[in-house]
């Protein structure tokens, strides 16, 4: 399933990201393995702070094993289904693990490029 996380950055861990997205360590030890540093590559932020991503999981509860990944310098504002579950192949079981190889992240992602900034950076430029 896709779900629009909506995040703010935590006080003064914003050189801490920074340095795990530069030195590829994000997320490390997480089955969702390159996916941290690709929704930061995708992400964007308005200018109130607040950073917007798809997010591909598969987990109940939505974002179960990245959750703790992300609360180390996020806080999560909102993780809200990106669209119809009805129409989600995965989710409505005609195409198990569907969502792996489904053209709608990058609907999803098109469409969200077109608001805000690149959140990637705005933080570098914010840590500097």
């Known amino acids: 399933m896709r779900y ?3 995040a703010r ?3 003064a861990r914003e050189r801490n990201l ?3 997205i ?8 997480s089955i969702a393995g390159d996916e941290y540093l690709y929704d930061m590559e995708q992400a964007r932020v308005n200018d109130q702070g607040v950073a917007t991503w798809v997010e591909t999981c598969f987990c109940d509860p939505p974002l179960a094993e990245e959750r703790p990944y992300w609360e180390e310098y996020f806080e999560l504002l909102s993780v809200k289904d990106a669209h119809s579950r009805r129409t989600c ?3 409505n079981g005609t195409q198990p693990w569907a969502c792996c190889d489904c053209d709608c992240t990058k ?5 969200l490029a ?3 900034e690149s959140f990637l ?5 914010a840590a500097s």
């Open 114 to 116: 077109t608001q805000g």
């Open 9 to 11: 950055v935590k006080s």
């Open 107 to 111: 609907k999803l992602e098109e469409r």
């Open 89 to 91: 192949r995965h989710e």
């Open 22 to 29: 530069n030195d590829g360590t994000l997320g490390k030890g």
């Open 4 to 6: 629009l996380v909506k």
């Open 121 to 125: 950076k705005e933080l570098k430029k």
């Open 18 to 20: 920074v340095r795990t």
